[in-house]
């Protein structure tokens, strides 16, 4: 098993940025893939931003390429996302998810583990 806790959400307003943190604790697999999801009320959930463990590759939602950024402190087994430039539409609830896969893929049913998720709400 994997536990994920995400933290870092909060309010803020158009053109601001957060940082959301996700530990990973538990079982620690040698090649797996870290990301990013977010839903929105009413919506589906939706891939965001991934990066393998191991190699550092990295893959964007065509939404959020140019203003958000992935990346992970292996000895922290820590994985973050920048996010500049917040629009309204960014507002959801962001959810940390694992595979012990070393490929990112961008549908939620092939990810094992979650976090409980974090809300961000964007004003305007």
């Known amino acids: 098993q994997v536990q994920l806790v995400e933290s870092g959400g909060g309010l803020v307003q158009a053109g601001g940025s957060l940082r959301l943190s996700c530990v990973a604790s538990g079982r620690t697999f040698s090649s797996v893939t870290m990301t990013w999801f977010r839903q929105a009320p009413g919506k589906e959930r939706e891939f965001v931003a991934g990066i393998t463990w191991s190699g550092g590759r990295t893959s964007y939602a065509d939404s959020v390429k140019g203003r958000f950024t992935i990346s992970r402190d292996n000895a922290k087994n820590t994985v973050y996302l920048q996010m500049n430039s917040l629009k309204p539409e960014d507002t959801a609830v962001y959810y940390c998810?694992?595979?012990?896969?070393?490929?990112?893929?961008?549908?939620?049913?092939?990810?094992?583990?979650w976090g409980q998720g974090t809300q961000v709400t964007v004003s305007s």
């Open positions: 998810a694992a595979r012990a896969v070393n490929i990112i893929v961008t549908a939620p049913v092939l990810y094992d583990f």
